[in-house]
């Protein structure tokens, strides 16, 4: 079973994901500016991701990760990370004005050595400190965290962000957690809920094998029903059986 830890190295290596992401998009707009060939398409991949994927995941953990950290011992240091997040925006408004080859190198630039600070920092102090507190429930963050990035990476769904988790327990939204570590999150979720309640998953492939190990590790005690099937979106119902 997931532990702490286990969840706190999902969300490491998510970041790491992001960076990799971002550090080839700003890659791209240097080598086209160094080449003197047309830097406008690089930058538009780069807008992109950070439209995408960086910008929302920052809005994410302001409103639900940061607040829980804020209330302890590592206040200074969310501080330090929402003056972060202030840069990143402010890098990402610059870069959406550049007109010339070297403004857009030097905005990317200066984009990706904020971020790698910037990640650096929560996954050596802000994720291990939560995931040491014993009162922070690291696990039961990440369904509002992927809940809110979705709705902030869809401008027209922020509405539904204020909104209580649909189902018993909430949807839990596998889509931005590294592949290798949604099947521990799906069965720490299962434990979770209590005979006769349901949890609803979602995926963005049909989850079938985890449907086997189910079988494997969990026969009998489970009702699996397909609410939704594709093609971008998988949408199940996982039951626990009561007695």
């Not at 990760?65 to 003056?83: I, S, W």
């Not at 209580?164 to 839990?172: I, K, T, W």
């Amino acid at each position: 079973m997931s532990t702490a830890s286990d969840v706190a190295r999902a969300i490491v290596a998510h970041h790491e994901e992001l960076q990799a992401s971002l550090s080839s998009r700003v890659e791209a707009v240097l080598t086209a500016a160094r080449a003197g060939q047309p830097f406008e398409p690089s930058v538009a991949e780069l807008n992109a991701v950070l439209a995408a994927d960086i910008l929302p995941h920052a809005r994410a953990e302001e409103d639900v990760l940061y607040p829980v950290a804020a209330n302890g011992r590592l206040q200074p240091l969310v501080a330090g990370l929402l003056f972060e997040h202030e840069t990143l925006m402010a890098l990402a408004t610059e870069l959406g004005g550049t007109r010339t080859a070297v403004d857009a190198a030097a905005t990317a630039r200066a984009l990706r050595e904020v971020f790698v600070g910037h990640v650096r920092r929560e996954n050596e102090l802000l994720i291990p400190g939560l995931a040491a507190d014993p009162t922070v429930d690291l696990f039961g963050l990440l369904p509002e965290m992927e809940r809110r990035f979705l709705a902030y990476r869809a401008p027209d769904r922020q509405l539904q962000v204020a909104g209580p988790p649909s189902g018993p327990n909430g949807e839990l939204d596998v889509r931005i957690v590294p592949r290798r570590s949604r099947h521990d999150l799906v069965f720490q979720r299962f434990a979770a809920t209590r005979p006769g309640e349901a949890m609803i998953l979602l995926n963005d492939h049909d989850p079938k094998h985890l449907h086997r190990q189910f079988q494997a590790e969990r026969a009998g005690e489970f009702d699996w029903d397909y609410l939704e099937a594709g093609p971008d979106v998988w949408r199940v119902r996982i039951s626990r059986r009561a007695g």
